[in-house]
């Protein structure tokens, strides 16, 4: 399928700018809107920085003169309900344009649509295919939104959800309503995701894995068994899960803590499993003499792990105003392997509806993020180590912050656009190079084609 025909497909879904609003009906087998599932998005960002002070750059340095860049990323979600309690879904996707830098030199980079490889062409491919099983555990049902991950306007209150397959281990792990969707919310790699959290990835951010979540009346609890890619940032994953996996666990609670209000906590564990480079390794085998500079990639082994700890909140404050936070955590001893080099990271934002000024379908949201490393790998950095993100040849250390700030305007239907601002305070995590703003402008499509 070529990119202009996955255009055509979504142009149809856009046309019609609507969800299936059909109403959820006890039944014993499902109609035939309830049974298919076509919708479609499109997500184009173009982002500027202006020229900025940078006392040397590397090979992975952020480009200190002015520059430019636009992504885009088009998906085509379908679905077929089976039965009641058996989904079938596959999305296509292609993803073209480029990032900053071609995504060098920030550890939060500044376009989570950005893919990190930009060889690997603009062909669409099959970003999701999947089966989702719904055990029920309870005759009792709630009500349910319709989405492409799951098709069902009714499901049991308590449950077991298995799903297999292809998919993105943050379509489900480290979600936030508040900062998780870089369509209609923040965009950087921070702010959108735990940066902490090396999570299970090819290059275009998707694996193979089993999921399985239990629902009961406490929240929800989640075990993850996904693929790692073969090497650091690669497109090609490891099939042998003796030897190369990512366990992911999570408990999700929903707490009364104001009243009224909703509150959302998630804890996050995971360990990875893969063919790493150890960064002590890589620093002993430069100041030896053995290697002219650090290379972690010359003392990779199979077997070695990564593990790492998430905390993620959300809490209702008024009718309009929600506010969000996350803390990260992992060894920094093995290499960065599959989303960016962060070893630790803090977050704390909020966004606003516009419902006060006459915008209800309007959003302003701003956050701030501080990443930092462990110490090993800030050595390998100092010393001139190359990650698959950052190295600018030297390293003079201090945390990475970042501030980001959007306002996303509903213009008609399924049409937004909105103007995002970020700075980042010494890139990388070097104090010789910055600060950079960066402005960006994101026009969004999504509809879907209601089936009765």
Excluded at 62 to 76: F, G, K, Q
Excluded at 252 to 262: A, F, Q, S, T, Y
Excluded at 371 to 379: Q, V
């Amino acid at each position: 399928m070529r990119p202009f025909h996955l255009l055509a497909l979504l142009a149809a879904a856009f046309h019609v700018c609507a969800q299936d609003n059909t109403q959820p009906q006890q039944q014993d087998t499902p109609t035939f809107g309830q049974r298919f599932w076509i919708s479609g998005q499109a997500n184009f960002i173009f982002q500027y920085h202006p020229s900025f002070p940078a006392l040397y750059s590397g090979l992975n340095s952020l480009h200190p003169n002015e520059e430019n860049a636009t992504s885009r990323v088009l998906t085509l979600y379908t679905g077929f309900r089976i039965t009641n309690n058996l989904d079938i879904l596959a999305d296509v996707e292609t993803a073209g344009g480029r990032g900053l830098s071609n995504a060098l030199g920030v550890a939060g980079f500044t376009n989570v649509d950005v893919v990190r490889n930009p060889t690997l062409g603009q062909a669409p491919y099959i970003a999701r295919i999947m089966l989702h099983w719904t055990i029920p555990l309870s005759k009792e049902e709630v009500e349910a939104t319709r989405n492409p991950l799951a098709l069902a306007p009714l499901v049991p209150a308590r449950r077991l959800e298995v799903r297999f397959g292809k998919l993105s281990t943050v379509d489900f792990f480290d979600n936030n309503s508040i900062g998780s969707d870089s369509h209609l919310q923040f965009m950087n790699w921070a702010t959108v995701n735990n940066g902490a959290y090396d999570y299970a990835a090819d290059t275009r951010g998707y694996t193979y894995g089993l999921l399985i979540e239990l629902y009961e009346k406490f929240g929800v609890f989640r075990f993850g068994e996904m693929l790692m890619p073969t090497v650091a940032n690669g497109i090609t994953l490891d099939w042998d899960i003796a030897r190369a996996r990512a366990d992911n666990f999570e408990l999700e609670l929903h707490p009364n803590l104001l009243p009224k209000r909703g509150t959302v906590i998630r804890t996050l564990a995971y360990v990875n499993h893969a063919n790493m480079g150890s960064y002590r390794e890589a620093i002993n085998g430069y100041l030896s003499g053995a290697n002219a500079t650090p290379d972690i990639t010359l003392y990779r082994r199979q077997g070695r792990i990564k593990y790492g700890f998430g905390l993620n909140a959300e809490q209702e404050l008024t009718n309009n105003l929600r506010a969000f936070a996350r803390l990260g955590w992992n060894d920094g001893r093995n290499e960065s392997f599959a989303y960016t080099e962060i070893d630790r990271t803090a977050e704390a934002g909020f966004d606003l509806a516009g419902k006060s000024w006459h915008r209800a379908s309007d959003k302003l949201g701003a956050a701030f993020v501080v990443n930092g490393l462990s110490g090993d790998h800030r050595r390998y950095l100092e010393l001139g180590g190359l990650g698959f993100i950052l190295g600018d040849g030297a390293l003079n250390y201090a945390t990475e912050q970042i501030f980001e700030t959007y306002y996303n305007l509903r213009l008609w239907r399924g049409v937004y656009t909105a103007v995002d601002l970020q700075h980042v305070q010494n890139p990388g995590y070097n104090q010789d190079r910055g600060p950079v703003w960066v402005t960006s402008i994101r026009m969004h499509f999504e509809g879907a084609i209601p089936l009765h």
